[in-house]
T-cell receptor, first 116, second 114 residues
Framework: QKEVEQNSGPLSVPEGAIASLNCTYS??????FFWYRQYSGKSPELIMS????GDKEDGRFTAQLNKASQYVSLLIRDSQPSDSATYLC????????????????FGPGTSLSVIP | GAVVSQHPSRVICKSGTSVKIECRSL??????MFWYRQFPKQSLMLMAT?????????EQGVEKDKFLINHASLTLSTLTVTSAHPEDSSFYIC??????????FGPGTRLTVL
């Protein structure tokens, strides 16, 4: 099982709809979870972080975390064409080696297309 | 806040030359920085973790003698691609780690080796 998994998409939603992006992870003791947005040809941009179970809202974005199910999601309300991008889920993976550091693992990303 | 710059944004070089890419955290100090490579339509690939004042930790399969990383201060990390070849052509992106493990990315450097 890969450490962080996402559906590659593409996910297409009409303008104004809710886009739902999902991510699962394998490390039960992960504590930090992030969503990044990456436009084509650009570097990733942090849009949400979440550290405890439940929902966290920031504008049109809501991150949802369920540690028992090892699942984190991102909802985008009132989707706009400018939201069309690849969304990367990232999870802090605890190191099991004394000589190595904890590190953040990125999922492969879900491509979102918002249709006008 | 949390601005990371990268220089140059684009570089074209001849095969066999070395290229240095700079990554700077402009408004915060970063003990840890990361270097990624991304090929077109593919995922981010972590190359190495750079820690200020110590040797970088390279991911499996990344040649440390080819990709030299120096993190001499809390605001600057450099990646030098030595003896570059066409297969090294890629989008190189650095990031700096914040206090909650979040990463702030630089704008990336597009390297083309002829």
């Amino acid at each position: 099982q890969k450490e962080v998994e996402q559906n590659s998409g593409p996910l297409s939603v009409p303008e104004g709809a809710i886009a739902s992006l999902n991510c699962t992870y394998s490390d039960r003791v992960s504590q930090s979870f992030f969503w990044y947005r990456q436009y084509s040809g650009k570097s990733p941009e942090l849009i949400m972080s979440i550290y405890s179970n439940g929902d966290k809202e920031d504008g049109r974005f809501t991150a949802q975390l369920n540690k028992a199910s090892q699942y984190v999601s991102l909802l985008i309300r009132d989707s706009q064409p400018s939201d069309s991008a690849t969304y990367l889920c990232a999870v802090n993976i605890r190191s099991r080696m004394k000589t190595s550091y904890d590190k953040v693992i990125f999922g492969p990303g879900t491509s979102l297309s918002v249709i006008p | 806040g949390a601005v990371v710059s990268q220089h140059p944004s684009r570089v074209i070089c001849k095969s066999g030359t070395s290229v240095k890419i700079e990554c700077r955290s402009l408004d915060f100090q970063a003990t840890t920085m990361f270097w990624y490579r991304q090929f077109p339509k593919q995922s981010l690939m972590l190359m190495a973790t750079s820690n200020e004042g110590s040797k970088a930790t390279y991911e499996q399969g990344v040649e440390k003698d080819k990709f030299l990383i120096n993190h001499a201060s809390l605001t600057l990390s450099t990646l030098t691609v030595t003896s570059a070849h066409p297969e090294d052509s890629s989008f190189y992106i650095c990031s700096a780690e914040g206090v909650y493990n979040e990463q702030f990315f630089g704008p990336g450097t597009r390297l083309t080796v002829l």
